[in-house]
């Protein structure tokens, strides 16, 4: 079955950065879209971040364009994303999932998690 584990969340200043790893297992990685998405409290899920499964396409939400980077090891069937200049409004869990399509914004599998915290 498909299982998609995020790591490298955790407390950072304002400013700061972090890298969010997501590892996947049980599906055809270099084929299916990956993205990034993030739920804050009070707040419905939403997209962060696109890639298709080449790499060579990526997609951004108008909130972190600039800021963020997302990138892809087809060979470790890892995706990346790298978070700069963080703010204290990227408080959330954040979510890896597979893309329903390379250019969709919707998820069909995804991890369990990860939290990221920027203080002021």
């Known amino acids: 079955q498909v299982q998609l584990v995020e790591s490298g969340g955790g407390l950072v200043q304002a400013g700061g950065s972090l890298r969010l790893s997501c590892a996947a297992s049980?599906?055809?990685?270099?084929?299916?879209?990956m993205g990034w998405f993030r739920q804050a409290p009070g707040k419905e899920r939403e997209f962060v971040a696109g890639?298709?499964?080449?790499?060579?396409?990526?997609s951004y939400a108008d909130a972190v364009k600039g800021r963020f980077t997302i990138s892809r090891d087809n060979a470790k069937y890892t995706v990346y994303l790298q978070m700069n200049k963080l703010k204290p409004e990227d408080t959330a869990v954040y979510y890896c999932?597979?893309?329903?399509?390379?250019?969709?914004?919707?998820?069909?599998?995804w991890g369990q998690g990860t939290q990221v915290t920027v203080s002021s």
């Open positions: 999932a597979r893309l329903t399509a390379w250019n969709s914004r919707r998820g069909d599998y």
């Open positions: 049980g599906l055809t990685f270099s084929r299916s879209g």
């Open positions: 890639i298709s499964g080449s790499g060579g396409v990526t």
